[in-house]
């Protein structure tokens, strides 16, 4: 296992911590994991690429690593009814369906990594997420703020799954 891998790891290990600790509403423990969690997918790249480690593994891998990421973080969101669950729903349909694709190019022999609009859906829902943790921590009043940031999410998330589509049609030809 090569080190950008170990880093992907102690992101998914990271997510469960900062999951319990949000689900008892410690919201300054989480914020604080949240945000290690977050650089540690900058530093996995810019590892994988120093180091020369960039393995096919570890793209889809980092890619799931950031769902399972946002995603746990999102399902608490709702639960404590901080954000509507039909953007949840929207994220992941998008998600699912981009791993589909993905799950159908490596059978084809082909390895889909993650593009621009895939990175700025992934950046839009981590900058939501940290506006949401000030939100409940310190500026109750970023309310209006996070919702039309979460509108934004929400079109970012359905444009980066239609280029996805797009750019992968003959994949989805079977």
Do not use: C, H
């Not at 992101?11 to 977050?38: E, G, P």
């Not at 593994?57 to 669950?85: A, C, E, H």
């Not at 895939?118 to 939100?135: A, D, N």
Request: avoid cysteine.
């Amino acid at each position: 296992m090569n080190i950008p891998n170990i880093i992907t790891w102690i992101r998914v290990v990271l997510t469960a911590i900062l999951v319990a600790f949000l689900i008892q509403q410690n919201y300054i423990v989480a914020f604080i994991l949240f945000l290690i969690a977050s650089f540690s997918d900058y530093l996995d790249g810019y590892f994988a690429r120093k180091l020369n480690q960039v393995s096919n593994f570890g793209k889809i891998f980092d890619q799931m690593s950031d769902k399972i990421l946002i995603t746990s973080i999102l399902i608490v969101f709702v639960q404590q009814n901080l954000i509507p669950s039909w953007i949840l729903v929207v994220i992941v349909f998008r998600d699912t369906l981009v791993t589909t694709i993905r799950m159908a190019a490596v059978n084809l022999g082909t390895v889909v990594a993650a593009n621009y609009f895939g990175k700025l859906k992934t950046v839009s829902q981590i900058v939501w997420v940290i506006s949401l943790f000030l939100q409940v921590l310190y500026f109750k009043n970023l309310e209006s703020f996070n919702n039309v940031i979460g509108y934004l999410v929400v079109i970012v998330t359905i444009l980066s799954g239609l280029i996805y589509m797009v750019q992968n049609r003959e994949v989805l030809k079977g």
